[in-house]
């Protein structure tokens, strides 16, 4: 007979997971931008919780590269320079492009009619004024179901991990257009997909990774050009 889990510690998982998904929130909002300092003592007070379940999130969050801790010096929130997001995309090219051939022949026919069909939904009502958020949304289900379609759980998890990280880049240049631009890419891949097609899926998930870096590099960098 198991040992029922203690309440504390269940709490205990639940303060942590609250303080990561508040702090990853903000990271990515653009509310704690790239550079700033953090401080558990004012994280903790901003959030109400003790600085215990703070710092685990930290820990979690400088895992996953978006909080740097250095040692010797006070953890701050990531710089990313062009080479950093270029390298990055560069993960996403290698990855989603193998998860995308796998999946052609391993996608379950329901959930590609779902994101078929939502696509489809966002593409013939570009002006909603949930718009921008529901394409976003949207474009988060999309890459995980390719990616769960792979059958790899490790392959899955870091495409996960370079997602996270380019998440606060969607949010920094998702401008309508390039939202929209993004969606008729999704909507050539979720085609190549259905016909099967591994080349072709593959094909068409590296040129939109490849439209999208483009589209960020010449959204933040334009200084550089």
Not at 92 to 113: C, F, H, K, P, Y
Not at 121 to 139: G, H, I, M, N, V
Not at 140 to 167: C, M, P, T
Request: hydrophobic residues 40%.
């Amino acid at each position: 007979m198991e040992l029922p889990v203690p309440k504390t510690a269940l709490s205990r998982t639940f303060l942590v997971e609250g303080a990561y998904e508040a702090i990853l929130e903000n990271i990515l909002s653009g509310a704690y931008p790239s550079g700033t300092v953090v401080s558990e003592v004012s994280l903790a007070k901003d959030l109400k919780v003790s600085r215990t379940p703070i710092h685990q999130a930290l820990a979690r969050l400088a895992k996953e590269g978006l909080i740097e801790h250095r040692s010797g010096l006070q953890p701050r929130i990531a710089r990313f320079n062009r080479e950093d997001v270029i390298e990055i995309y560069d993960m996403r090219l290698l990855l989603e492009t193998a998860a995308t051939q796998r999946a052609a022949r391993r996608m379950d026919s329901r959930v590609l009619a779902d994101l078929t069909r939502e696509a489809d939904t966002l593409a013939a009502a570009p002006d909603s004024p949930e718009w921008t958020r529901q394409a976003l949304d949207f474009d988060v289900r999309f890459h995980d179901a390719i990616a769960a379609a792979s059958g790899n759980r490790r392959l899955r998890q870091e495409i996960a991990k370079y997602r996270l990280l380019v998440r606060a880049f969607c949010r920094m240049t998702g401008s309508s257009e390039t939202l929209r631009d993004a969606l008729r890419e999704h909507q050539t891949v979720l085609k190549a997909l259905a016909e099967k097609h591994p080349t072709s899926a593959g094909q068409a998930m590296a040129l939109h990774v490849q439209k999208r870096v483009d589209a960020v590099l010449g959204s933040l960098y334009k200084e550089a050009k």
